[in-house]
């Protein structure tokens, strides 16, 4: 089972952080300031609900440092292009049943927390991408938000999403028998995009329920209190992780009926 | 006694919030998201230390907010200097002894935290404007990055002021026959720089002291706890404020006696 996750968005928001703690991997962190847009992969494998999964981590160090960015997004554009080209040779080659699928079939963008909204070159990119690829926006470092300035942030991007029509992952409508657990889940992450996370891979101490002394987890230690991430009253992380994890093959599937089809019928058009 | 300070960084960093905590002020929030770069300058009366005080903050609304910043700088060194060339017209008229000083006393450098060091739009612009004003390099929303994230981040700023040659404002040295105490707030002063501050005008609920009920101090509340304005081991914010009320005299003799002069010099030898 190959997976290929793109991160986009500026330099020091969390991106490897965020990578590190969805999929216990060890991305490193990255050499920061260098402003040349650089495209990354990893592959790490990695299990998750008994599935063994070969996950490909595309990371766009540089993406929007430097002071003139206008340039910045082609090679991104051509990377996602180049997987569908590539498939697409594959797919009319002798090969057809050991094709690799290099395809990026989900793309997390990461949106300043300190704007108050969408800026020009969030605008700009979402543009380009949202009919190439499955887009989950995504706001970082949410730990320096109150939950009412969260609120506020997250209606104006919505509102901006729908304004400039740009289009982003949405989950398959529910089906009639699917189970209550289920549909409760879904409501939940529709109400939650933009997904307002936080990360983290240092272990904090907490009091443990029942005074057992204290356990390690996930977190970030401030002098004023310890923020967890897997405590869902902190922020979106699990959210964002269950869906993820629930909706790898919605997100292929997505990817190669729609996006892949997209590239194919435009590109034969032609 | 007229005083101006000016703020320049990206929107959404907290300048006006930063302002109004600093000053009791009550600036507006910006309309966000505009980028075409806007100076605005507002006038209050404020009193200080029984001095009173009329403060002049200029604004610089859209700083380094579109896609290609190279042009964004020529209004902010264009406003300084025009103050520099209306302070000289004034000093050689008719009317020497009333002239309404509206030099930029202090210029406030707003660094993006989420960064881990400065961007090449911050090198730049400082590089334009270290030898016209004094800059005093702030790290802003200091609640996002835990103290050992902090001290990274001041000693990577520190080295790359170092690198490129940028000056910011350095405190007079100390006289011998200063007092103790103000001799160990000039050192805490040195170490602090770049400030790593937050500010709030919204009131939080603490217990105080001895169970006697609850306060309402300066503050931002979250889940996992509330961070205060007013306690140094949050924040540099307390230690900022010392340092620009108690050297407002000397910001402004910085600015007549050397980047005033520079300016004269280089005007009158052209
Ligand atoms: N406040 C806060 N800081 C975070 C969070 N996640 C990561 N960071 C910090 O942000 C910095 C940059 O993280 P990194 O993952 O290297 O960013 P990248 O350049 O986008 O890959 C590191 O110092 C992290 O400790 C978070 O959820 N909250
Ligand atoms: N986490 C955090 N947020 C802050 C702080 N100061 C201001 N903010 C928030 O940042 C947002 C932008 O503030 P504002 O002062 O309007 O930014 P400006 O555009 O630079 O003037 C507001 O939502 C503030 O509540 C702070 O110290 N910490």
Not at 95 to 124: A, E, M, T, W
Not at 127 to 151: G, S
Not at 173 to 185: G, H, I
Request: hydrophobic share 35%; charged share 30%.
């Amino acid at each position: 089972f190959d997976f290929t996750l793109m991160v986009v968005g500026q330099s020091g928001l969390g991106k490897s952080t965020l990578i590190n703690t969805l999929f216990l991997t060890d991305l490193p962190a990255k050499k920061k300031g260098n402003q040349k847009l650089k495209i990354e992969s990893s592959t790490v494998e990695i299990e998750e609900r008994g599935v063994k999964l070969r996950l490909s981590v595309v990371d766009t160090v540089g993406f929007g440092d430097s002071i003139n960015n206008q340039e910045g997004f082609q090679p991104i554009i051509k990377y996602i292009d180049d997987q569908f080209e590539k498939y697409l040779r594959d797919e009319s080659g002798l090969n057809r049943r050991n094709i690799h699928d290099s395809r990026v079939h989900c793309l997390l963008y990461f949106i300043d927390p300190s704007g108050h909204c969408l800026k020009p070159i969030d605008i700009q990119f979402l543009k380009e991408v949202h009919n190439r690829v499955n887009v989950i926006p995504i706001i970082p470092k949410a730990d320096m938000l109150t939950i009412n300035e969260r609120q506020t942030m997250k209606k104006m991007i919505r509102q901006q999403l729908i304004e400039n029509k740009i289009s982003i992952y949405d989950l398959p409508p529910c089906e009639p028998d699917d189970d209550d657990s289920y549909k409760k889940l879904c409501k939940r992450i529709k109400d939650a995009v933009p997904f307002a996370v936080i990360a983290s891979m240092d272990k904090v101490p907490i009091a443990s329920a029942a005074g057992k002394g204290t356990g390690l987890v996930r977190g970030r230690t401030y002098p004023w209190g310890t923020v967890l991430v897997d405590d869902e009253k902190h922020s979106d992380f699990v959210i964002l992780k269950k869906l993820i994890i629930t909706h790898l093959q919605d997100l292929q599937d997505v990817t190669h009926t729609v996006h892949y089809e997209n590239y194919r019928s435009k590109k034969l058009s032609n």
